[in-house]
């Protein structure tokens, strides 16, 4: 049995479909279908039910995608392991985060990284589905809300922040102090849409308030929201310290009574060989959100 063909085959778990997962991997279809035989043949026993142009897993199957996955985990973990330690610091830095702490957090933590790792390289991925990312490998770690307890991985909680209203600086609530919620059911909002992780926040809020809030626009983006509040298309809600110097575009941030409150994670899988690199930009991350956030 070679790591080839456990690749060969980790990679038709996921696709379940022969010229899909040939395709993936830059081989034919055949190619892939001789060694996936050469694997049975091994085994003795089928690894997959072909039905039609349907592919499923058998039971076999289903044991060897764990203990695959193993084995080609821990051999990328020495790979990288070695080369942390003859490479200087060279190599590749995968993060997913959410797309509004890109947009407007992360430049300053990203630039003061590669003045110290210059010959890293770093690749932030914006994105609402970071856990799994994580869990598939797509990523060395991402940074997102805090999520449900999982044996696969690590979490690190390194901020907590609750959320503001957004308004423009020439609204009329621009005098308050603080907004009760009951306040925000006349106001116009524009949010992310629902299934977002910051709109299903302010949701799962709202109904704790018994309270109904409406919108007037929804959009994905953090900075499409903010430019919708300085026209004064509405108002939003968003982590009441997600802009650093808000003011400076025309737009004010008035705190919520009671106002929702979200933890940020640092989330990996505990099997992953963590570089160097990965530990430095995890430190400073933690140390940047809590002086200069």
């Known amino acids: 049995m070679e790591i080839r063909q456990l690749q060969y ?41 072909r039905i039609g142009k349907k592919t499923v897993k058998t039971e076999a199957g289903t044991i060897l995608e764990h203990y695959a996955h193993e084995v080609v985990q821990k051999l ?3 790979k990288e392991a070695i080369a942390d330690l003859t490479q200087l610091n060279t190599g590749h830095l995968r993060i997913a985060v959410l797309p509004s702490d890109l947009d407007y957090r992360l430049s300053k933590l990203l630039i003061d990284f590669h003045k110290e790792f210059p ?10 589905e970071i856990l799994n990312m994580v869990l598939e490998n797509e990523v060395d770690f991402g940074v997102g809300l805090a999520t449900k307890p999982d044996k696969r991985i690590q979490c690190t909680s390194f ?50 308030q018994n309270l109904t809030i409406h919108t007037i626009m929804e959009t994905g983006s953090a900075t499409s929201l903010f ?60 140390k940047y959100f809590q002086t200069s956030v």
Not at 12 to 36: D, M, N, R, V, Y
Not at 166 to 188: D, G, M, Q, S
Not at 257 to 285: G, T, V
Request: net charge neutral; proline share 6%.
């Open 76 to 78: 990328d973990n020495a």
């Open 119 to 128: 010959r890293t390289k770093v690749q932030v991925i914006p994105s609402v």
């Open 159 to 208: 901020y907590t922040e609750s959320y503001s209203l957004y308004v423009h600086n020439k609204h009329p609530l621009t005098a308050r102090n603080v907004i009760t919620p009951k306040e925000l059911k006349k106001l116009p909002l524009v949010l992310y849409p629902k299934g977002f992780y910051g709109r299903d926040m302010i949701d799962d809020w709202c109904e704790n």
């Open 227 to 286: 430019q919708l509040v300085q026209e004064g298309v509405g108002a939003t809600i968003q982590p009441s310290r997600l802009i650093e110097r808000f003011e400076s575009l025309g737009i004010q941030a008035i705190p919520l009574k009671d106002a929702p409150i979200r933890d940020l994670e640092i989330i990996y899988r505990r099997d992953k060989y963590l570089s160097n690199a990965a530990k430095a930009f995890m430190e400073r991350l933690e």
């Open 9 to 49: 085959f980790l990679t038709l778990c996921k696709e379940l479909h022969f010229s899909e997962a040939a395709f993936k991997l830059g081989i034919s279809q055949p190619t892939l279908s001789q060694q996936i035989r050469v694997l049975e043949d091994e085994l003795g026993t089928p690894l997959f039910d």
